[in-house]
């Protein structure tokens, strides 16, 4: 299984940006997907959360401004990120839960990573 995150890049502030993560490989079946961030100096965090179903779940810091989405049909997810702050600067990580065929349970699995900056 492999997950392809891309969509960053540098941006002013009040700008925006959209993230893709796509799964791929023998893929059953993916439950919940995340998206991490990490700043320079920082532990990594989770930004939002979108179970199989479609609800979503967002640190309070991007409340309002990211929106998380997927399409189950394509193993995708995107974020949309608008109103873009300095403070969302880092690089942005891709998790699903996946079930591969032959499995006995979900394991996780990570993006590469795509760098966002944001510029004042």
């Known amino acids: 299984v492999q997950l392809q995150a891309s969509g960053g890049g540098l941006v002013q502030a009040g700008g925006s940006l959209r993230l893709s993560c796509a799964a791929s490989?023998?893929?059953?079946?993916?439950?919940?997907m995340f998206w991490y961030r990490q700043a320079p100096g920082n532990q990594r965090e989770l930004v939002a959360t979108?179970?199989?179903?479609?609800?979503?779940n967002y640190v309070d810091s991007v409340k309002g401004r990211f929106t998380l989405s997927r399409d189950n049909a394509k193993n995708t997810m995107w974020l949309q990120m608008n109103s873009l702050k300095p403070e969302d600067t880092g690089v942005y990580y891709c998790?699903?839960?996946?079930?591969?065929?032959?499995?006995?349970?979900?394991?996780?699995?990570w993006g590469q990573g795509t760098q966002v900056t944001v510029s004042s």
């Open positions: 490989g023998s893929i059953f079946a993916i439950k919940d």
């Open positions: 998790n699903a839960e996946v079930f591969t065929y032959g499995a006995s349970r979900y394991e996780s699995y």
């Open positions: 979108i179970a199989n179903g479609g609800r979503t």
